[in-house]
């Protein structure tokens, strides 16, 4: 299995190294600092999260969509399409990818309302502004950034794997699955295989229940190097994550975040006809339009 | 969605209809949308004077097929699968083109030809290995989706594509993909997702009693079908078609077909038959006694197909009951077969001349019937295609001169000789 993933799009197309990633992001990266962006994409990530639970898909789904999220804000900036209306459409483009089904419309937009409501009203004040037609449209420029790479490899299938080969450790596993959930809140997914961020896993949950699996490790035909890259990733973010106060921190640097502006530019005292009825307080200059009927 | 992004990705993203020239140029026609022969555009200054098959998938959006044959299409590459070349989105109308290159010929057309041409009692030449070499390379290209973790799920003839003149003459490209999927994680058991899927004649018994996980011996069952008609030219398991509503998974007289041909099995041939959901309604339905006398070998022998032939001996394992008992598409492709006397070709015309008619272009009045057959169609989505058709012709192509083949279902009883 985990052979095929050289022969994957993933592999060939979207396997990035961090110039690339600083590249691509160096606009929003004029307006925000590296460690603000990150904030930016753990927060969205746990919103992912957040209806994939609600919408009662598996995680599998849940890491797809968040990988998806990832890849179209490699290309673009936050500027081109607000990513509270991206993080739904990955969600939507992912279900049916990974043979979830097709989320209905109505309930897509009716969990995204309550999420909001419920979950991020510290953050959106008002309604979640989206509709259907919104993420439909949003749908065709994810598939087309992604230049159609929809099968995604992820760390979960190795993780079973090797945890199978070391033995039968039920908290091993979960305690690794846990730490590549955590690893959607980082970059490794858009730079390094699957197997060997589920080796990094594997190696943060050795340490966490202080397991010794060493000679196992030892016998793995991997790039260690590549493995503490990963690990020193990880670690990262829960190091960043210790001092990170979402609810007071968010609002602040989502009013930094650029925002697409829906229409051309004109004097200030135009355009303010059949707006959606609320707005997002991160939202202060353009709200969404309805897409134009043909 | 920003306005400026949006301007400048219209202004970059090339459209389908300014590369390519296909209108009026439609040679297909079913419940998944068109199919059209396209030419790129300024063809005589550019090199590239390539023909190309173009799929305007059916309504608007990404749906779970389209996103399935995307999805897939976009990792395999091999030489008998199908290859896409380019996904065309088209903002506007919101509709999704892919792009193939073109294959003058398929399986149903070839196979509908030979039955025409022995009602008006003519011969077609065609090489002594064809068969082989095309039931060789259908086995290739679901070796390497089996491999790949992709099961197929609706082979049939129709959708065993076969390239005309150029580059890659003679070979087979496995196509349509929107019931494919990857199956080494199911997420939902897949009898959730699609009630019914493959095309009864070619569903393998297990899927009409209910069998409610997909597995790789299902297309093996279907292969096996396909290589039985491509040597008798008649639909093994042929069955008249009338309840296509139905969502049930079971069909008594598609299963009473099987029985007739290969005859009830014996419990020691089918152990876990007693564990298929519809095991019940088999009992209550189906008697032993009444399939006394039938059996495979009888049946190909009434084709003129000799049981100790090679080819037989291949079918039968490939035609097995128990699906865990039938072949692998490996075991299949190492079979004695292969290695007997006509070897199989790369070109499954073996450099002689293609009988077979180029597909015609439909016209206007066709298309009219085609979407009023479309369209009722689509209700029954799930199940069978274009059951009033002589056969599941998805693709609803005209063949060129001859008269039309009366679809008479008896007429498959009739005997015929090989091709």
């Known amino acids: 299995m985990a052979g095929k993933f050289w022969s994957s799009s993933q592999f060939q197309q979207w396997i990035l190294d961090r110039q690339d990633l600083l590249r691509e992001r160096h606009g929003d990266l004029q307006i925000l600092s590296e460690e603000e962006y ?67 419309n109505s309930r897509l937009i009716s969990t995204c309302q309550a999420v909001v409501k419920n979950k991020y009203s510290h953050v959106y004040t008002a309604e979640f502004p989206y509709r259907i037609n919104h993420v439909l449209e949003c749908e065709f420029y994810l598939l087309e950034v992604m230049d159609c790479c929809l099968v995604l490899y992820h760390a979960y299938r190795p993780l079973v794997q090797y945890v199978a080969d070391i033995g039968q450790e039920n908290d091993l596993l979960s305690t690794a699955w846990k730490v590549a959930n955590d690893s959607l809140r980082t970059d490794v997914a858009l730079m390094y295989p699957p197997h060997q961020i589920a080796i990094a896993c594997l190696h943060i949950a050795c340490v966490i229940l202080q397991k010794d699996y060493k ?19 990880i670690l990262n973010l829960y190091e960043l994550c210790k001092n990170f106060d979402e609810k007071k921190e968010i609002p602040q640097i989502l009013q930094k975040v650029p925002k697409p502006k829906t229409q051309p530019s004109r004097p200030p005292s135009q355009g303010a006809d059949g707006q959606p009825p609320a707005q997002p307080v991160v939202q202060q200059q353009q709200q969404p339009q309805g897409l134009q009927q043909p | 969605m920003d306005y400026e992004f949006k301007v400048k990705t219209s202004s970059e993203r090339e459209k389908v209809e300014d590369l390519f020239d296909f209108e009026g140029c439609k040679v297909g026609r079913g419940t998944y949308g068109h199919v059209y022969k396209a030419r790129p555009k300024n063809a005589n200054e550019r090199s590239d004077s390539r023909e190309y098959a173009l799929k305007q998938i059916e309504g608007t959006g990404i749906s779970m097929s389209a996103c399935r044959e995307i999805a897939l299409l976009r990792e395999l590459k091999h030489t008998n699968v199908i290859n896409l070349q380019r996904v065309f ?15 003058e010929h398929d399986l149903w057309h070839i196979i509908k ?49 076969v390239m005309g003149e150029g580059p890659d003459r003679g070979k087979v490209k496995i196509a349509d993909m929107g019931f494919a999927r990857l199956f080494n994680s199911p997420l939902k058991p897949l009898a959730d997702l699609d009630p019914v899927v493959v095309t009864f004649w070619y ?56 029985f007739n041909v290969m005859g009830y099995p014996l419990d020691r041939d089918w152990e876990d038959l007693k564990k298929m959901p519809e095991h019940p309604t088999l009992t209550k339905d189906f008697k032993r006694s ?19 032939s090679k080819a037989f001996q291949l079918l039968q394992r490939l035609l097995l009951m128990d699906p865990t008992k039938r072949l ?38 066709d298309n009219d019937t085609d979407k009023a057959n479309a369209q009722a169609n689509d209700k029954v989505r799930s199940s069978i295609q274009n059951a009033a058709d002589s056969g599941p012709n998805a693709k609803r192509v005209r063949l060129g001169p001859g008269p039309p083949q009366p679809p008479q279902p008896h007429n498959y009883q009739q005997q015929r000789p090989q091709f």
């Open chain 2, 113 to 161: 030809y030979h039955r025409t041409a022995k009602a008006n009692k003519k011969t077609v030449v065609t090489p002594r290995s064809m068969v082989k070499s095309l039931l060789y390379q259908i086995l290739n290209g679901i070796h390497y989706l089996h491999s790949n973790w992709v099961l197929h799920r609706d082979l049939k003839p129709a959708n065993i594509l």
């Open chain 2, 203 to 258: 569903r393998a018994p297990e899927l009409l009693l209910g069998a409610r996980h997909y597995t790789k011996a299902i297309d093996i069952w279907a292969i096996g079908c396909i290589f039985a008609e491509l040597l008798t030219s008649e639909p093994i398991f042929h069955c008249r078609q009338e309840d296509i509503k139905t969502s049930n998974p079971y069909h008594h007289d598609q299963l009473d077909r099987i």
């Open chain 2, 89 to 103: 989105l088209s903002h506007a109308d919101r509709k999704v083109y892919l792009l193939f290159d073109f294959a």
């Open chain 1, 38 to 104: 990150h904030k930016v994409m753990i927060f969205f990530a746990n919103f992912i999260q957040s209806l994939g639970e609600q919408l009662k898909v598996k995680q599998q789904v849940i890491a797809t969509a968040t990988v998806y999220f990832k890849r179209f804000y490699v290309r673009n900036s936050f500027k081109c399409v607000d990513p509270l209306l991206l993080a739904p459409t990955c969600i939507f483009l992912a279900s049916k990818v990974e043979e979830f089904g097709v989320i209905s």
């Open chain 2, 290 to 308: 009444s399939y006394q006398g039938c059996s495979l070998s009888k049946y190909m022998e009434k084709h003129k197909v000799k049981s100790d």
């Open chain 1, 215 to 233: 000679t196992w490790f030892a016998e793995l035909n991997v790039d260690f190097e590549k493995i503490l890259e990963i690990t020193r990733i």
């Open chain 2, 328 to 365: 692998t598409s490996e075991q299949a492709m190492n079979d004695p077969y292969f290695l007997e006397d006509p070897m199989p070709t790369a070109d499954v015309f073996a450099g002689g001349p293609i009988p077979y008619p180029k597909r015609d272009f439909l016209t206007e009045e």
